[in-house]
């Protein structure tokens, strides 16, 4: 069992930067890859980005790519979520996940087996 809390979440202006990060309890951390999805209002859970069980691979989706960064730091069981050039569209409450195949670059939300409280994001016009 392993427990996901999520912190960072605020409401920004278009074009600013937050760091969202996930703490886990329980089980050994890097005994997970580690992923970041998002659901706005209305809409469905999506993928955001993926990290493996050691830093060494990494995913995003496309409408992330080359604004947003994950990391890990395994010795304080955190995984973050860095966010430059925010958008409106990237208002969403933001759930971090943990998959038992530490290996696998997963995005799809039934690949997870546990999941975080999520923490809102905000951006404004």
């Known amino acids: 069992q392993v427990h996901l809390v999520e912190s960072g979440g605020s409401e920004v202006q278009a074009g600013g930067s937050l760091r969202l990060s996930c703490v886990a309890s329980g089980r050994t951390f890097s005994m997970y890859a580690m992923g970041w999805f998002r659901q706005a209002p209305g809409k469905e859970r999506e993928f955001v980005a993926v990290?493996?069980?050691?830093?060494?691979?990494?995913y995003y989706a496309d409408s992330v790519k080359g604004r947003f960064t994950i990391s890990r730091d395994n010795a304080e069981n955190t995984v973050y979520l860095q966010m430059n050039s925010l958008k409106p569209e990237d208002t969403a409450v933001y759930y971090c996940?943990?998959?038992?195949?530490?290996?696998?670059?997963?995005?799809?939300?039934?690949?997870?087996?546990?999941w975080g409280q999520g923490t809102q994001v905000t951006v404004s016009s």
């Open positions: 996940a943990a998959d038992r195949q530490k290996y696998r670059l997963a995005s799809r939300i039934i690949d997870y087996d546990y």
């Open positions: 990290i493996n069980w050691n830093a060494g691979s990494t």
